[in-house]
């Protein structure tokens, strides 16, 4: 039995991009005139990738948006022809870049589940002998016979997941991040399925730029960037380089702009600075703070927090919290402050956020949100919100 | 297969929804278009097709008409109008062309039975001749298909395509004998008219459903065998436009 699932060999894609669009009969003649000039020029999304997946295998492609992972994507999808290379697939391939694909609003939840298992490749008879399960599993079944537009969008959605999920058993399932959008409740009923897609063994191509579900999911990855494969390999290095490579821009653009301040200006900050940009295990995050008043200002609470790049802010405290009273800061007088914060973070960017804030905690002085901006790459890392030190003892009995 | 069914069970439920006579509006149409045509012609000019039953003829024509350019019409924006799904799937192209013709073809039999309730009632000699009529409208289909198939192409890239169309089937609906004897036409011209392959399968049809005083092709040449001419014209645009079609459509989700 052979048990490659996918193999790609030397892929290349280009895209013509047209300098103005020839659309019409107009430009068309236009340009036979000018034949000279060229009227498009070539993108080059993918450059010379190769890799090979197995069967049962679970294999992240990530990369940053526009590095060409959706490109092939599409390409292992069939819906892109390569412009050079070749890929080979053993089995059927099932991709799921979006939920409910060919969904009418104007036709009944059935009709859809039909519709849109047959756009899938699925036949009447495979439908059939799912569409129970499929029902259930969505929690629809009172709902079928009514029209699309009338269920409310949580109910599209279950319906659209449902059928992608139980149709596509045995099959080589791609699977776009995009999918793992929506309400908490909904992105962990993704992650149980990706769950037990690993459980069972699926042949799962998964694209991502969440390091921490493909740490948690594949078996290995490929990285790609500006086009080209950077690594491929186990998905830890993999997710590893692909951190690194954020870091590393990291220090080339030491003072990011992408903050934003309002507040009153009462007091203003006049710099914020991080000890070491790049955490590594063990180490504190030291923040330091020099703020500056405008004007006279009583018991003034300053406070910084930490947002992680999915925009949750994971800690923080400030100087009410600590009960500490700093009495009238005088105009033109400045106050230092200083945050020392054990490294109990998992890999990935993070954002200081600083804050000085009148004393009834409501008015704003001034808010910075992205102050600073910091990396932590471990050793030992985890695909969870914190990575604080466990200490793990495992005893075997009687050994 | 199950995916050309679904598309034309979804296209057909579709069309019709929100409208109160629904799908009673795809027969009254050509109907219409008849009585329109059949009070000018027939009834003011007193046109004399030269055949017994000038309602059936007439009626029959605007029937095979509509089937032509609802095929190639409906076609022309098909691919497109699919961009949304060619985008995020693959299954095969020439499917949606498919289903436009099949449901093209489905009109196309329900007007039939307008055509032969009005046939019933207004009294019809039909021979055992009439047999061979499905052998001419499958070349009438094949050539719609194909065309169909050049045109969503075309439309991908070339939008102009869709006004370019809707001017050749104006000079179509004129240079086709539907609503005018043919025989009006000095003999030459009736030659040029008769050489395309919607005129040639339009009148044997009417020849061999409704009357035999038909004028066909042949009674135009003195010779039966010169039908060789459209049927190989209508092979032609089919197999070009399918090999075309085939090609162009390995782009279609990029150039959308």
Not at chain 1, 304 to 311: D, E, K, L, Y
Not at chain 2, 125 to 138: E, H, I, K, M, N
Not at chain 2, 219 to 228: F, Q, S
Request: aromatic share 12%; proline share 2%; hydrophobic share 45%.
């Amino acid at each position: 039995m052979n048990d490659t699932a996918i193999k790609v060999t030397g892929v290349h894609k280009n895209f013509k991009l047209p300098h103005q669009k020839a659309g019409s009969i107009k430009s068309m003649f236009t340009n036979v005139f000018s034949l000279g000039n060229h009227t498009y020029e070539t993108q080059h999304a993918l450059r010379d990738i190769s890799f090979e997946i197995k069967q049962g295998e679970f294999f992240g492609i990530v990369g940053r948006n526009g590095s060409g992972k959706s490109t092939l994507l599409k390409i292992l999808a069939g819906i892109y022809q390569p412009t050079k290379g070749d890929v080979q697939v053993n089995g059927r391939v099932v991709p799921f870049i979006e939920l409910g694909v060919g969904f009418n609003g104007e036709l009944t939840g059935r009709e859809n589940l039909f519709l849109n298992g047959a756009l899938l490749g699925f036949s009447q008879k495979e439908v059939e002998a799912r569409y129970d399960d499929i029902v259930a599993f969505a929690e629809l079944e009172r709902f079928m016979d009514q029209k699309l537009k009338n269920y409310s969008s949580g109910m599209q959605v279950r319906l659209a997941f449902s059928v992608a999920t139980r149709l596509a058993e045995s099959d080589i399932l791609l699977i776009d991040e995009v999918l793992a959008v929506g309400d908490a409740n909904f992105q962990r009923k993704c992650f149980n399925y990706f769950r037990d897609l690993k459980k069972q063994k699926k042949t799962v191509i998964f694209v991502s730029h969440d390091m921490n579900a493909v740490r948690e999911y594949c078996d290995r990855a490929i990285l790609i960037e500006q086009s080209k494969m950077i690594t491929q390999g186990v998905s830890e290095k993999v997710a590893s380089a692909y951190t690194r490579m954020f870091t590393e821009e990291l220090h080339a653009s030491d003072s990011d702009s992408s903050d934003t301040k309002w507040g009153d200006k009462a007091i203003t900050y006049q710099k914020v600075k991080i000890a070491e940009t790049v955490l590594s295990d063990q180490k504190h995050l030291e923040v330091q703070a020099v703020a500056r008043a405008n004007q006279d200002i009583e018991d003034p609470i300053f406070g910084f927090s930490v947002t992680n790049s999915a925009g949750t802010t994971i800690l923080g405290t400030n100087t009410k919290i600590k009960r500490q009273k700093l009495g009238t800061i005088k105009k033109g007088q400045t106050v230092t402050l200083d945050w020392k914060i054990p490294n109990l973070f998992t890999d990935g960017t993070y954002y200081v956020n600083v804050a000085a804030v009148h004393a009834d905690g409501v008015e704003v002085c001034e808010w910075w949100d992205g102050a600073k901006t910091f990396k932590v790459v471990n050793e030992e890392s985890t695909p969870y919100v914190v990575g604080p030190r466990i200490q793990v003892k495992v005893e075997k009995e009687g050994s | 297969m199950i995916l050309l069914k679904q598309l034309v069970k979804s296209d057909f439920k579709l069309r019709y929804q929100n409208s109160f006579l629904g799908y009673l509006w795809s027969l009254l149409k050509p109907l219409f278009l008849f009585a329109i045509m059949y009070v000018i012609f027939v009834k003011i000019l007193s046109v004399d097709f030269g055949v017994r039953n000038s309602g059936a003829y007439l009626l029959f024509g605007l029937v095979v008409w509509s089937f032509f350019t609802e095929l190639t019409g409906g076609s022309v924006g098909a691919i497109v109008g699919k961009g949304d799904l060619l985008r995020k799937l693959n299954f095969p192209k020439y499917v949606i062309v498919l289903a436009t013709s099949c449901s093209a073809l489905i009109n196309f039999f329900l007007n039939l039975i307008v055509v032969a309730i009005f046939v019933a009632f207004t009294g019809i000699d039909l021979s055992w001749s009439a047999l061979l009529a499905p052998l001419v409208f499958f070349e009438l289909f094949v050539l719609s298909l194909g065309l169909g198939f050049f045109l969503s192409a075309t439309y991908v890239k070339l939008r102009d395509i869709g006004y370019i169309w809707d001017v050749v089937m104006q000079a179509l609906f004129y240079g086709t004998p539907i609503f005018f004897p043919i025989t009006l036409a000095p003999l030459w011209v009736q030659k040029m008219l008769m050489i395309s392959p919607l005129a040639q399968t339009m009148q044997d049809m009417r020849y061999l459903l409704i009357s035999d005083k038909t004028t066909t092709i042949g009674t135009v040449y003195g010779n039966e065998w010169i039908r060789i001419v459209p049927v190989s014209i209508t092979i032609a645009v089919a197999v070009i436009a399918g090999l075309y079609f085939r090609k162009q459509s390995r782009f279609f989700a990029e150039e959308i």
